[in-house]
């Protein structure tokens, strides 16, 4: 079992910055893929970004040039440094991490953090 935990959620103002973490603990595997994920209200949760890690990312066009995503192996925690905040970007943020073990996907979720970005 993997426990995800974010933090740094909050309000921030329009052109405003915030930084997301997400630690991960428990029976973690090496090779896998952690992400950020947001649901605003009223719509379907999406992909904001990714990262590997081996450091490969996929990052959103919505966020892209606004938001970096990155991740200390070694603490198994990630980061989503946001910049130039927007009021659009006001959602819940959840960090997820999946991997493949014994050719069987494990998906994992943390409880979110809420992004409030006000105009």
């Known amino acids: 079992q993997v426990h995800l935990v974010e933090s740094g959620g909050g309000l921030a103002q329009t052109g405003g910055s915030l930084r997301l973490s997400c630690a991960a603990s428990?029976?973690?595997?090496?090779?896998?893929?952690m992400g950020w994920y947001r649901q605003a209200p009223g719509k379907q949760r999406e992909l904001v970004a990714t990262?590997?890690?081996?450091?490969?990312?996929n990052v959103a066009d919505s966020v892209k040039g606004r938001f970096t995503i990155s991740r200390d192996n070694a603490k198994n925690t990630m980061f989503l440094q946001m910049n130039s905040l927007k009021p659009e970007d006001t959602a819940v943020y959840y960090c997820?991490?999946?991997?493949?073990?014994?050719?069987?996907?494990?998906?994992?979720w943390g409880q979110g953090t809420q992004v409030t970005v006000s105009s």
């Open positions: 997820n991490m999946y991997f493949w073990r014994a050719n069987r996907q494990y998906n994992y």
């Open positions: 428990g029976g973690i595997v090496s090779n896998n893929v």
């Open positions: 990262i590997s890690s081996g450091g490969s990312t």
